[in-house]
């Protein structure tokens, strides 16, 4: 089993970001199926658009939303 990591929001902040307000998780994922890949974050965009859109858009709990580069995962 691959492990998958994800940050999550668990407070809506006001100004800047704090650490407080967003948790690791960590959850366990099943081998790909045929035809489907496994990818790993290589970067992650943390853009201004995030803290407007985390208000309108996301509730506590909901993973954060964001671009990336990855590379194809070797199991």
Do not use: C
Not at 13 to 41: C, I, R, T, W
Not at 47 to 58: A, N, Q
């Amino acid at each position: 089993m691959v492990k998958a990591k994800s940050w999550v929001m668990t407070k809506h902040f006001d100004g800047f970001p704090k650490k407080s307000d967003f948790g690791l998780k960590v959850e366990e994922l099943p081998e790909p199926k045929d035809g489907e890949v496994l990818l790993e974050a290589v970067f992650l965009s943390v853009d201004p658009y995030m803290r407007p859109f985390s208000k309108t858009h996301m509730k506590e709990g909901d993973v954060m939303i964001g671009g990336q580069v990855a590379n194809q995962s070797q199991i």
